[in-house]
Structures are given as structure tokens and as C-alpha cells.
Nanobody
Framework: QVQLVESGGGLVQAGGSLRLSCAAS????????MGWFRQAPGKEREFVAG????????AYADSAKGRFTISTDNAKNTVYLQMNSLKPEDTAVYYC?????????????????WGQGTQVTVSS
């Protein structure tokens, strides 16, 4: 059974940084794609960034380009989302997701497994 556990959320001032982690277990992730999504109150869940497990391919939402970086540590089965220059509009619950495909998809419905989410709050 695949399990994804996020950590690293918290409260940060605008302009600050956070690094989210997603520890994956219960699967052979070399053939998976991983994604970070976020959901703010009253809004739909949206794609933030994605990566093929080997790290050969990455994708970012326009809102994340230039500020966020997704990466993997294969030895630790962990996916990271480094978030810099945070803005109040980045406030949301951030979710890690896994897809049994080597291709990155931006639609949440494509993903097979989800973590429980971690809250990120950016104060102005």
C-alpha cells in the first residue's frame, strides 16, 4: 500500500521560504511521477509542480515558476518542494500525489495516491 506523508508546512512571512517534504513508501517509485498540489479555502485543488521520479522531467504552474523547485532524493524515497519568495496568495494546504506513470500530468484526477496535506500560511 502506497503511503505519502507530507511535512514542512507552517507559518512564514511574505518573502520567506519553506521546504516541504513528501516521504513515500509501499511502492516502487522509479516508474512514478510525483506532483505537488495546493488547495486554498473555497478554491479547487491546483497543480503546483511535478517531477518524474528519476528527475529527468519537471513541470511547474506559472505561479510557481522561478520561485519553487521540485526535486527527489531517490535514496530516501522523498520528494521536496522548495518554496522561495512566498506570497500571501501561496497560502493553502499543500498535497503530495503519486501517479503510476513516467509522465507528469497537471490534472489532480490523474493521480493514484495522495498524502494528507500540510498547511502553508504566508502572512503579509
Amino acid at each position: 500500500q502506497v503511503q505519502l506523508v507530507e511535512s514542512g508546512g507552517g507559518l512564514v512571512q511574505a518573502g520567506g521560504s519553506l521546504r516541504l517534504s513528501c516521504a513515500a513508501s509501499g511502492g516502487t517509485f522509479s516508474s512514478y511521477a510525483m506532483g505537488w498540489f495546493r488547495q486554498a479555502p473555497g478554491k479547487e485543488r491546483e497543480f503546483v509542480a511535478g517531477i518524474s521520479w528519476g528527475g529527468r522531467s519537471t513541470a511547474y504552474a506559472d505561479s510557481a515558476k522561478g520561485r519553487f523547485t521540485i526535486s527527489t532524493d531517490n535514496a530516501k524515497n522523498t520528494v521536496y518542494l522548495q518554496m522561495n519568495s512566498l506570497k500571501p496568495e501561496d497560502t493553502a494546504v499543500y498535497y503530495c500525489a503519486a501517479l503510476r506513470s513516467g509522465s507528469i500530468f497537471r490534472g489532480a484526477s490523474a493521480y493514484d495516491y495522495w498524502g494528507q496535506g500540510t498547511q502553508v500560511t504566508v502572512s503579509s
